[in-house]
């Protein structure tokens, strides 16, 4: 219910939204400054105004009828071209039309812990807006994610404003032991460090607060020596997958961080079985890449290939965790890793169209029985399955594999394309989606992960 608490509340923080807007476009007529600068200063004041919502705005609803407007107005100005000290920076950003949504999501999630609320705002405005200003003016190491270049000292200033923004209200507003305070403001500042570097166009201003909400909410659960476990894990993959990727090549930074995330997902959000397999093709492509594919073949691997490619095993294991039900969706994320290792095979390294001796299609049903088994022998054995459930999975990858081969056949092999396309994508989907299919109708047993 809305009471006239909220509505005095919403005119307060409206006004100052409003306020800051007129602010910077005053600013940016009559004073000529770098329209990063005007920018910036929206998002810093309009973060700062948005840490009063929890103590002024009760209602959800209040917080959703004042952030559409906000986006809708953003949106125009970007298509129509006003909102100059928004839109007039040279690179394409949807950054101002995330953070009211991103706002109100945060709110809604974070409802009955102010303290949650207020690290996800002050990462959203204080560490994103000084990492840009700091890493444009001092950055010296630059790296590419995408078209876009970044710097090292903008990384590492996120880095330490983050962890200050998450600290503070934890360390203040909750009853945590200190050392849970400090050790859970390095895990998730290191975490949203790797989201804002990978995210492009923006939309850091989403992913980054919303991941500050999920992990600080389930981290700050555990006891102390599992926090210290989950940094150190961290810190290994950090190190194992630089180390790799800085040997072999075959990813660039952007694309290094991405699988990094993805790996920690997987040893964070299931357990040792679930990153087995991500492990294991990671290991599989870079010893395969390095041995078998000509000399800078497919090499450099970017941001938003790495994470359509494992958007689906990531997606299986996700639901895995929602639905607390890990039986019924590990078989299928094996299924989805083992099919994205396949396709990255074929396109990545070996280009089967150029194998002598054997058609196409026949080449792939063997990569997608090679994948599988490179991603899933090793839990088999483990859990000690019975031999259907490999055999149908390998069916399935070996199945999807062809059908791979077969769509991308029909053009002309020069024009094949290198980046992950939408069919790779909705065929890896498809194997999840056909072996749950089969355990569901009986055909196929369901895998224990639990052991």
């Given at each position: 219910?809305?009471t006239?608490?909220d509505?005095?509340g919403?005119?307060?923080l409206?006004?100052?939204?409003?306020?800051?807007?007129?602010?910077?476009?005053?600013?940016?007529?009559l004073?000529?400054?770098?329209?990063?600068?005007?920018?910036?200063?929206?998002?810093?004041?309009?973060?700062?105004?948005?840490?009063?919502?929890p103590?002024?705005?009760?209602?959800?609803?209040?917080?959703?009828?004042m952030?559409?407007?906000?986006?809708?107005?953003?949106?125009?100005?970007?298509?129509?071209?006003?909102?100059?000290?928004?839109?007039?920076?040279?690179?394409?950003?949807?950054?101002?039309?995330?953070?009211p949504?991103?706002?109100?999501?945060?709110f809604?999630?974070?409802?009955?812990?102010?303290?949650?609320?207020?690290?996800?705002?002050?990462?959203?405005?204080?560490?994103?807006?000084?990492?840009?200003l700091?890493?444009?003016?001092?950055?010296v190491?630059?790296?590419?994610?995408?078209?876009?270049?970044?710097?090292?000292?903008?990384?590492?200033?996120f880095?330490?404003?983050?962890?200050l923004?998450?600290?503070?209200p934890?360390?203040?507003?909750?009853?945590?032991?200190?050392p849970?305070?400090?050790?859970?403001?390095v895990?998730?500042?290191?975490?949203?460090?790797?989201?804002?570097?990978i995210s492009l166009?923006?939309a850091?201003?989403?992913f980054?607060?919303?991941?500050?909400?999920?992990?600080?909410g389930?981290?700050?659960?555990?006891?102390?020596?599992?926090?210290?476990?989950?940094?150190?894990?961290?810190?290994?993959?950090c190190?194992?997958?630089?180390l790799?990727v800085?040997?072999?090549?075959?990813?660039?930074?952007?694309g290094?961080?991405?699988?990094?995330?993805?790996?920690?997902?997987?040893?964070?959000l299931?357990?040792?079985?679930?990153?087995?397999?991500?492990?294991?093709?990671?290991?599989?492509?870079l010893?395969?890449?390095?041995?078998?594919?000509?000399?800078?073949?497919?090499?450099?691997?970017?941001?938003?290939?790495?994470s359509?490619a494992?958007?689906?095993?990531?997606?299986?294991?996700?639901?895995?965790?929602?639905?607390?039900n890990?039986?019924?969706?590990?078989g299928?994320?094996?299924?989805a890793?083992?099919?994205?290792?396949?396709?990255?095979?074929?396109?990545?390294?070996?280009?089967?169209?150029?194998?002598?001796?054997?058609?196409?299609?026949?080449?792939?049903?063997?990569?997608?029985?090679?994948?599988?088994?490179?991603?899933?022998?090793?839990?088999?054995?483990?859990?000690?399955?019975?031999?259907?459930?490999?055999?149908?999975?390998?069916?399935?990858?070996?199945?999807?594999?062809?059908?791979?081969?077969?769509?991308?056949?029909?053009?002309?092999?020069?024009?094949?394309?290198?980046?992950w396309?939408a069919?790779?994508?909705?065929?890896?989907?498809?194997?999840?989606g056909?072996?749950?299919?089969?355990?569901?109708?009986?055909?196929?047993?369901?895998?224990?992960?639990?052991?």
């Amino acid at each position: 219910m809305i009471t006239p608490h909220d509505l005095r509340g919403a005119v307060i923080l409206g006004g100052a939204f409003i306020s800051m807007l007129v602010l910077a476009e005053l600013w940016r007529r009559l004073g000529n400054p770098k329209p990063e600068h005007t920018r910036k200063l929206v998002h810093l004041g309009g973060g700062v105004a948005c840490l009063f919502f929890p103590f002024l705005i009760d209602s959800p609803w209040v917080v959703l009828v004042m952030a559409l407007p906000l986006t809708a107005l953003f949106v125009a100005g970007s298509k129509l071209g006003f909102l100059k000290s928004l839109h007039g920076i040279g690179r394409k950003s949807r950054g101002a039309e995330y953070y009211p949504l991103a706002v109100f999501l945060v709110f809604v999630l974070s409802r009955g812990r102010p303290w949650l609320y207020l690290a996800a705002v002050l990462v959203l405005a204080m560490a994103d807006a000084f990492a840009a200003l700091i890493g444009s003016r001092y950055g010296v190491v630059r790296y590419e994610v995408e078209d876009e270049t970044k710097s090292l000292e903008g990384s590492l200033v996120f880095l330490v404003i983050a962890f200050l923004a998450i600290h503070l209200p934890v360390l203040l507003m909750t009853n945590l032991p200190r050392p849970v305070c400090v050790l859970a403001a390095v895990l998730v500042a290191a975490l949203v460090t790797g989201f804002e570097a990978i995210s492009l166009e923006g939309a850091d201003n989403l992913f980054v607060p919303l991941a500050v909400v999920v992990i600080l909410g389930k981290i700050t659960t555990k006891p102390l020596s599992e926090v210290v476990f989950q940094n150190l894990s961290l810190l290994a993959i950090c190190l194992g997958v630089a180390l790799l990727v800085w040997r072999v090549r075959t990813l660039n930074v952007g694309g290094a961080i991405a699988f990094i995330l993805f790996a920690y997902g997987t040893w964070s959000l299931g357990n040792w079985l679930w990153a087995i397999p991500a492990f294991l093709g990671f290991l599989g492509y870079l010893a395969a890449w390095r041995y078998f594919a000509p000399p800078g073949h497919a090499a450099g691997v970017r941001v938003r290939t790495v994470s359509r490619a494992l958007l689906p095993p990531f997606a299986m294991m996700a639901l895995a965790n929602g639905l607390k039900n890990s039986g019924l969706f590990y078989g299928p994320y094996l299924a989805a890793s083992a099919a994205v290792f396949a396709f990255a095979l074929d396109t990545g390294v070996f280009r089967l169209e150029k194998v002598k001796g054997l058609p196409r299609v026949v080449a792939a049903y063997g990569v997608g029985l090679l994948a599988t088994a490179f991603t899933a022998l090793i839990p088999w054995l483990l859990l000690r399955e019975p031999p259907l459930a490999l055999l149908s999975l390998a069916a399935v990858v070996m199945v999807v594999s062809m059908l791979n081969a077969a769509i991308e056949l029909r053009g002309p092999v020069d024009e094949r394309p290198r980046e992950w396309t939408a069919w790779r994508f909705a065929l890896s989907f498809a194997a999840a989606g056909a072996v749950l299919l089969f355990q569901w109708a009986g055909w196929a047993p369901l895998w224990d992960p639990s052991w």
